[in-house]
């Protein structure tokens, strides 16, 4: 096999507006290809982590049961987990449902709200089951690093990992600091 | 002679009765806050203005000036303590930024980018705040209120009015206006008034005016907070 940098990443509780962003670093992917192998991602559709990979990019909140497997399955299989975008790192977005009970959600999506037919809250045992409130991933598992932004900016990404690679302390300038 | 400080090992000047902090916008020299402001009655409660005065953690914006004190600023273990004060503020309330109008302009936002917070570090308290849209032209987000006072302070002193107050204590202080019904809309505030534009965060908002300027092109996506703050607060002073 290859001595690559082994780089896996997925999306749990977020819009894919982060993955999107970092396919924004543009023909820099073919430079980050002679150095990096992409394990589980969405960019490869391997369903499942390598035990060795070195980087864990993780994008969203933790909102259901999968969410957890999930995100413990890269805690466990890279070295360097990273929380990408605002959603990993405060909820985002999806915790904005926090202020309302899960029960009243699931009813004003399935059973009262407008145009709704056959109403009934799905129940499919194939379903994940909803957390009660959607939580970062720091809250769940030990969290090496931190990309802010919604989304982080392709030069966040590729600041971070060009550090990272070039076996630098990742660190981020100012400009690159962005919340929103 | 005039009478001086020492500040991160400069000789700051200062006249009497004037605090670490007005010495040191004064002087140039920028000290991390968020409740402070030149125009107001210092507060000391935000606490990231936090400087070691002759061995001593002391609010810069309560603390008088005197002949002779050495004053530990811009220091790493003081940044990490007002890092770590910053990320407190931003878990106690829901500071979703993205979803945030006041993104880009907002000066507890811009203190964190100042300090390098790139995480919240603690678990977040998710707590549940209303929205009062009741006025016609300013609103308040109890979820993005920090305490500061400012608008507090800014309706008394400044307005001449008493719209706005702290009520509660701890994890259950809140903010509160000047109404039998509790609503903004049956108080004396108007979107004219000083304490109707003090607010560091997006917990007091003037309607009918966001995304005026588009996000990436505000105040603080391209200047620091040091920067901005001394420009404006220094200006006060010569008011």
Redesign the interface.
Known sequence: MTNKIRVATTSLAGCFGCHMSFLDIDERILELAEVVVFDRSPITDIEHCSTDCDIGLIEGGVCNSENVHTLREFRKSCKILV?VG?CA?????P??R??IPLEECLNEAYINGIGVENAQIPNDPELPLLLD?V??I??VVK?D????G?PPSADVFWKFLTDLIAGREP??P??L???? | MAKTIMIDGLSIPFEEGQTIMQAATDAGVYIPHLCHHPEFSPHGSCKLCTVKVNGRNCSACTFPAMEGQEVINNAKDLNADRQKITQML?VEG???????EK??NCQL?AV???L?M????F??F?Q?REVDASHADLLIDHNRCIFCTLCVRASHEHDGKEVFAISGRGINKHLIVNSESGLLKDTDVSAKDKAAHICPTGAILIKHTAYQVP?GERIY??Q?IDQVSLNSEQVDHDK
């Open positions: 929380a605002a790192i405060n909820g985002g977005l915790a904005m926090n202020f409130k939580r970062p720091h809250e969290v690093y931190f990309l802010p919604c660190s981020l100012y400009e600091v962005h919340y929103d | 931003f829901n500071h979703f930024c993205p979803s945030c993104t880009g936002q964190a980018y100042h390098n790139l995480d919240d570090h678990p977040l998710y549940h996000i996506d391209h620091q």
